[in-house]
């Protein structure tokens, strides 16, 4: 199953992310790599959030001045675009998994619950699929192309 989201014009195209997390690397990489294509990588990590120039001060001069109002100008732009991140990952989790989103107040939050959840997991699923492929045997009187199959569709599991 695949998400469409609309973007200034553009299609973004990620596939869902399996409830068990066994797509997890394949989806985190989709995720980081169109993230980085539209320039919003940095809301994975906060690596690029304006910094408040005022914070601990009060600004008085006509260019301290102007700082602050360049930050606010800069700070709604970075909160419109962590909602589009935000919004993006919500489309691509099953509803399981965007439940324990909502409470999160941005994309760096969902992404680091995510990665929690899942970073012990890509290590459990490869030693399954191994395990699973290493006892894939063709019994006597079956189909060899649908035994074939199977091999090949365990094979890209495991690539994945």
């Known amino acids: 199953m695949s998400s469409i989201v609309k973007h200034r014009d553009e299609f973004w195209k990620v596939p869902k992310l399996h409830a068990s997390g066994k797509d997890w690397p394949l989806w985190k990489g989709r995720l980081e ?6 320039g919003l990588s940095g809301h994975l990590t906060r690596l690029g ?3 408040d120039p005022a914070a601990g001060w009060s600004p008085t001069t006509p260019t301290e001045l102007a700082e602050v ?22 489309v691509l989790v099953p509803d399981t998994l965007f439940i324990q989103l909502l409470s999160l107040s941005s994309a760096k939050d969902f992404f680091d619950t995510l990665k929690n959840q899942f970073k012990n997991w890509s290590l459990a699923i ?3 699929l191994r395990h699973q492929l290493g006892e ?13 199959d199977t091999l090949q569709r365990t094979q890209e599991e495991l690539a994945s």
């Open 69 to 90: 109002q360049a930050y606010e100008v800069s700070i709604k732009k970075w909160i419109e675009n962590d909602v589009i991140v935000r919004q993006q990952i919500a």
């Open 136 to 148: 894939l045997k063709l019994k006597e009187g079956r189909d060899a192309r649908a035994h074939i």
């Open 126 to 128: 490869t030693v399954k």
């Open 33 to 38: 790599l169109l993230l980085l294509a539209h």
């Open 49 to 51: 959030m304006p910094i």
